[in-house]
């Protein structure tokens, strides 16, 4: 069965650098999505991005995330600078018509 | 506001034990997720449903609309199926998921 796939699985950054999480969503679909769950939290909803461009935010994706689908297939979530607080396992998500949204293993991001 | 509650909170449970898992919500919706997240955080879709009933093996999900509740029932249970049970929705076709807050469940042998 086709897969979502995230890398890296697990990303140690210094607080202030810039960190970019890739997605690989199934082939087939045209809906993408980022999530990001903080340890001990329950899943929340950062960004949807259908035909090229944004179409929600949450108020957490702030001036320092960015979306982009540089090449057709990857999916990447940038941040720009980041802050303790981004430490949290962040999930790609992928759907088609009819189908429920397909989920990555996700990518833990650990600041420091 | 929470929009999607779930209860238990915590279960743990007996091998061969028959489980059941509450979900209540609060607005209209297309689509009702029930997921699965393991320890190792990856996150598996369980059901999709609208309305009605389905089972796949020894897991069973109902809703009911008018009521805005859903079950997700667990039977023989077994130690294996011990991780965190999601509620979600969607309140369009492609609308972002709304999660809970999960129940954790342990099953015992």
């Known amino acids: 069965e086709p897969e979502v796939t995230q890398t890296p699985s697990h990303q140690v950054t210094q607080m202030g650098q810039e960190v970019i999480l890739r997605c690989v969503p199934i082939s087939n679909h ?18 949807s991005f259908y035909n090229n461009e944004i179409s929600e935010k949450s108020e957490i994706f702030d001036d320092q995330f960015s979306v982009e689908r540089p090449d057709g297939s990857n999916f990447t979530l940038k ?3 980041t802050k303790l607080e981004d430490s949290a396992m962040y999930f790609c998500a992928s759907q088609t018509v009819n189908q429920p949204q397909h989920f990555g293993d996700g990518t833990r991001l650990s600041i420091l | 506001k929470n929009e999607v509650e779930q209860s238990p909170q915590n279960l743990t449970a007996q091998e061969g034990e028959f489980i059941t898992i509450n979900c209540s919500y609060s607005v209209g919706i297309s689509a009702l997720h029930w997921l699965q997240q393991h320890p190792g955080g990856g996150i598996v879709s369980l059901f999709m449903l609208s309305s009605g009933k389905k089972k796949h093996g020894r897991l069973i999900a109902t809703i009911n609309i008018q009521e805005k ?3 997700l029932h667990i039977t023989a249970s077994h130690p294996r199926d011990s991780a965190v049970y999601i509620c979600a929705f969607q309140k369009t076709s492609y609308d972002k998921v709304i999660f809970g807050p999960g129940t954790s469940l342990s099953v015992i042998p």
Do not use: T
């Not at chain 1, 045209?30 to 960004?47: P, T």
């Open chain 2, 69 to 71: 509740h859903s079950s």
């Open chain 1, 79 to 81: 941040i720009r600078s």
């Open chain 1, 30 to 47: 045209l809906y993408f999505y980022w999530y990001r769950q903080i340890l001990g939290q329950k899943v929340e909803f950062l960004v």
